[in-house]
């Protein structure tokens, strides 16, 4: 009779929660080279060269932010390290979000996707200048600084990297060259079959020589422009030009394309959130497709950093502490259910990358990617850039990974201690 196999990791006792395998409950995962070997309710007597008792913690499949930053230097000051916005906080799988542009992909390529433990894509930036200093200068963002042709090319020949266009509609941009480069955004990302992340939220200030626009006419031009499959960024913002009118109501053009036109939503959060625009588009009935922590080097605290003094005058400052735990822990004090939340972060994102025979689920064959949270209770503050704080009696925390069946611990600095009430 021939012995047990001996698995190199076994996950035991964890609450698997995995919403595109229908599993939410008591499972045991084997690991063996990399790769899930086997699920069961008990693997208990099976052989292990490491056994890791997860009782009390729950036990994903590898967890995708959808809109991180993470082209680090090239980005200057805007772009973090993708290990600790990644495997070190728990999370298997980073899209960057328009860091690397048609000129700057093989530079992501070599020194970051390739040497990162995380799993690292884009979203290609529309314009030439990529996310260079977080955008901090809107001159470079126009018509003119868009090649169509060259980036096409370059996203076809980098078709492992690039999983969609990133482009921003918001008014300081429209007063000074309308939403052409929304057009061009989307020649691209037509010409490539692959969806278009629109930033949403006013991001420069007007032009000085052009009248203020508004922000609710900005939504009424882009929404036609969009298709099934493209995504809006930022429903919670707290800046004008968002999901929520001038008038405080939710526009009624947004609910149609998101409800009945296939047009997807992303959180995005960053120092975007707001609690308040959070609950009125909700209660509206606008549930995100995914949940990005959009983390970047002006909205979180980066350790020995000497390069504080201009933070301030990025358009995306921001002082709360967040992550992408602190994001999804926002969504359950909100309402939303644990299920849904993490299928936010993991069968939802796989879609939207078409990565679902690879990614977003737990399967025996698959690339072991497993992220390992705790559901910490009490009273805990949360806040946001408004000022507004709220008590949440429920907190996720990471506390390991698996990236193809490696273990990293959740030592990130940039996972927020939590904040007794």
């Known amino acids: 009779m021939s012995e047990q196999p001996v698995y190199d990791t076994l996950i035991l006792n964890g609450t698997v929660i995995d919403p595109a395998a229908g599993r939410n409950g008591r499972f045991d995962i084997a690991v063996q080279g990399g790769k899930i070997a086997a699920i069961a309710p008990d693997l208990s007597q099976a052989r292990a060269k490491e056994k890791i008792n997860a009782a009390g913690l729950l036990v994903l499949p590898g967890m995708i932010d959808t809109h991180a930053h993470v082209y680090q230097h090239v980005t200057g000051k805007f772009g973090l390290n993708p290990d600790m916005v990644g495997v070190r906080s728990g999370v298997t799988t980073l899209i960057d979000q328009g860091g690397p542009s048609c000129m700057t992909i093989g530079g992501f390529r070599h020194y970051v996707s390739e040497p990162a433990a995380s799993r690292v894509l884009c979203f290609i930036s529309a314009y030439l200048v990529g996310g260079l200093e977080g955008h901090l200068y809107p001159d470079l963002y126009g018509p003119n600084g868009v090649n169509v042709e060259h980036t096409v090319r370059v996203a076809q020949q980098n078709p492992d990297l690039v999983k969609g266009i990133k482009a921003h509609a918001e008014i300081g941009g429209q007063s ?27 991001l420069w200030p007007t032009a000085d020589s052009a009248p203020i626009p508004d922000p609710d006419e900005l939504i009424r031009e ?9 995504i809006l960024a930022h429903p919670f913002t707290r800046h004008p030009g968002g999901f929520v009118s001038e008038s405080g109501e939710v526009h009624p053009i947004l609910l149609e394309a998101v409800n009945n036109c296939g047009v997807r939503v992303d959180v995005g959060h960053g120092s975007h959130f707001s609690f308040a625009a959070a609950r009125k588009v909700l209660e509206a009935g606008v549930v995100p497709f995914t949940l990005g922590a959009d983390m970047h080097g002006y909205n979180v605290q980066v350790p020995n950093s000497n390069e504080d003094s201009d933070r301030t005058s990025n358009p995306f400052f921001g002082v709360a502490p967040f992550n992408l735990t602190i994001a999804m822990t926002e969504l359950l004090h909100l309402g939303l259910s644990l299920e849904q939340v ?71 600095f940039f996972v927020p201690d939590a904040i007794a009430a």
């Open 176 to 202: 000074r060259w309308g939403i052409e480069v929304i057009k061009l955004g989307k020649q691209i990302s037509s010409r490539l079959d692959l969806p278009l992340y629109i930033h949403l939220g006013q």
């Open 222 to 230: 882009l929404v036609p422009i969009m298709q099934p499959g493209d």
């Open 342 to 412: 993490v299928a936010m972060v993991t069968a939802n994102p796989a879609t939207m990358l078409r990565m679902e025979d690879s990614l977003g689920t737990l399967q025996p064959g698959r690339e072991a990617d497993i992220s390992v949270l705790k559901m910490e209770t009490g009273r805990f503050r949360l806040s946001d850039n408004t000022g507004e704080e709220v008590v949440s009696e429920k907190l996720l925390r990471p506390i390991f990974c698996l990236r193809a069946g490696t273990r990293f611990d959740a030592d990130s």
